[in-house]
Each structure stands twice: as C-alpha cells, then as structure tokens.
Nanobody, 119 residues
C-alpha cells in the first residue's frame, strides 16, 4: 500500500518563500507521476504542479515563474519550492501519487499541509 506524507507548510509574509516536501513510501517514485494540489477556503481543489516520469513538469498559470516542482528519486521525495508568495496562494496543499495500473492510475493523497500567506 503506497502512502504519501506532506510537510513544510506554515505562515509566511507576502513575497516570502516556502518549500513543501512530499515523502512517498510503498512505491518507486521514478516510475510514477506526482502532483501538488491546493484548496483555498470555500473553493474547489485545484492543480498546482505536476512532475511526470522523465521529469516533465506542468504548472498552473497562476504559479508559473514562482513555483518549482522537483523530485529526489533516491529519497522518494517530491518538493514544491514556492517563491514570491501571494495571499491568494493561501490554502491546504496536497500531494498526489499516481501509479499506472491497468488502463488508468491508482491515486494516493496525503493529508495536506497548511500554507498561509499574510502580513
């Protein structure tokens, strides 16, 4: 059974930086896709960034140029470096592991980590 655990959230002032980590267990990270999502109060969960096998990355338009997703396959960990943070980046950030299975994917979500951007 695969599992992912996020860490690194907190309170930061506008313009500041945070780095989130997502540690995966029970699966080989390099063979799977990893993604970060976020959910602001009263809003739906939205995709922030994806890193696929081979290192291909995709970002939401709202975070392009400010956020960077990366991974350390040796540590089975994915990171989200967030720079130039804005109040609208506030929310609970979730990590999702997608394991290819049959014609689709098995998906595993973490419990989330709170990011608050405020002065």
């Amino acid at each position: 059974q695969a599992q992912v655990v996020e860490s690194g959230g907190g309170l930061v002032q506008p313009g500041g930086s945070l780095r989130l980590s997502c540690a995966a267990s029970g699966s080989t990270l390099s063979r799977n896709h990893m993604a970060w999502y976020r959910q602001a109060p009263g809003k739906e969960r939205e995709l922030v960034a994806v890193i696929k096998t081979g290192g291909i990355t995709t970002y939401a338009d709202s975070v392009k140029g400010r956020f960077t997703i990366s991974r350390d396959n040796a540590k089975n960990t994915v990171f989200l470096q967030m720079n130039s943070l804005k109040p609208e980046d506030t929310g609970v950030y979730y990590c999702k592991l997608s394991i290819p299975y049959m014609a689709g994917y098995l998906e595993y979500w973490g419990q989330g980590t709170q990011v608050t951007v405020a002065s």
